[in-house]
C-alpha cells in the first residue's frame, strides 16, 4: 500500500497511539523463537519483512501469527479492513477513515460492541511480533506542546508480542489492527495525552490468546494479564522520526537523545 497523505503522516497527530513499529528480526530467527513457520504467499523466500520504522499510516506488511493457523506466520497488511468492505477499495477506505486511525488500532474495551472487531475477536486473533515500538510524548518548549518520540522494547530485546485482530474482506485481502487498552503507569508518563498503550501478551499466554475455545470473559483476562511495566524500557529518540520521506527508517534511530524539556523518571 502507498503512503496516504504526506501531511498527515508528518503530524504529530499521526502518532497518537500505536503507530509505529521496528521490527528488524528476520523470518527465520521469528520462527525459531515461536516455534512456527512461515507461509509467504505471493512474497519471495529472499523478502524480509524488516523496519527500522514501519510507519502504520503508510499501511506496511507485516508478519502475524493468526488463530486460524496457529502454527505459521503470514504477511498481512496493517489496516484492519472489515469484512464487509473491498479489499480492492482499500486505498479510498484508508483515506476515508484516517481521521479515526484506518483501522491501525483498535480499542480492546469495544472488541466486542464493535461491528467491525466482533466477528474477529473470537475467532480471528493474531500476535504481531515486534522488536519494539514507538509512542509519543508531550513536552512544552516556550510555553506550547511538542512532540518526543519515545523508543519502547523489551529489557531482555526478546520479540514483544503485540495482541491484534485480523479481518478478511469480501474478496479475501486480510488486514490487522493492533489492540490498545488504558495506559499503564509508565505509559501515562510517556504517553501523556491519549492515555493508551498496546496490548502485550506475557510469553506464557501466547498459546492462550490463539485459542480457539476462549470465552469473551477469557480474552478479555489475557489483555488485563498482559506484559508489566518493569518487564519493557523506554527513552526518547530523535526526533528525525517524524521527517518526511522516510529519514527515520534508519538503524539508529533508536539512539537514546536527551531533551532538556523532558523530566519524567522512565525505565
Request: hydrophobic share 35%; aromatic share 12%.
Amino acid at each position: 500500500m502507498g503512503i496516504l497523505k504526506n501531511e498527515y503522516l508528518d503530524s504529530p497527530k499521526a502518532y497518537s497511539m500505536c503507530y509505529g513499529t521496528r521490527v528488524v528480526k528476520k523470518a527465520k530467527e521469528l520462527e525459531n523463537h515461536y516455534k512456527i513457520t512461515a507461509i509467504r504467499g505471493g512474497l519471495a523466500a529472499n523478502v524480509e519483512l524488516t523496519y527500522n520504522y514501519a510507519n502504520g499510516f503508510a499501511h506496511p506488511t507485516l508478519w502475524i501469527i493468526p488463530q486460524e493457523k496457529k502454527r505459521n506466520m503470514i504477511p498481512v497488511h496493517w489496516g484492519l479492513i472489515p469484512p464487509y468492505e473491498l479489499g480492492a477499495n482499500a486505498k479510498a477506505y484508508y483515506a476515508k477513515t484516517i481521521k479515526y486511525g484506518s483501522g491501525l488500532n483498535a480499542r480492546s474495551e469495544k472488541l466486542f460492541d464493535s461491528n467491525n472487531y466482533k466477528s474477529s475477536a473470537l475467532t480471528r486473533r493474531c500476535i504481531v511480533p515486534v522488536d519494539g515500538f514507538y509512542e509519543p510524548h508531550t513536552a512544552q518548549k516556550n510555553g506550547k506542546d511538542f512532540k518526543v518520540p519515545f523508543y519502547f522494547q523489551r529489557k531482555n530485546e526478546t520479540p514483544i508480542n503485540l495482541a491484534g485482530i485480523y479481518a478478511v474482506t469480501k474478496d479475501k485481502m486480510v488486514t490487522f489492527s493492533i489492540l490498545t487498552k488504558e495506559a499503564t503507569p509508565l505509559f501515562a508518563k510517556i504517553h501523556n495525552k491519549k492515555f493508551r498503550r498496546p496490548v502485550i501478551l506475557q510469553d506464557d499466554d501466547i498459546d492462550v490468546w490463539l485459542d480457539d475455545t476462549l470465552t469473551e470473559s477469557d480474552v478479555q483476562n489475557v489483555m488485563d494479564d498482559d506484559l508489566p511495566d518493569e518487564l519493557l524500557q523506554t527513552y526518547p529518540i530523535s526526533k528525525d522520526l517524524y521527517k518526511r520521506n522516510g529519514a527515520g527508517d534508519r538503524p539508529d534511530i533508536i539512539r537514546r537523545v536527551d531533551y532538556k524539556e523532558v523530566e519524567i523518571a522512565y525505565w
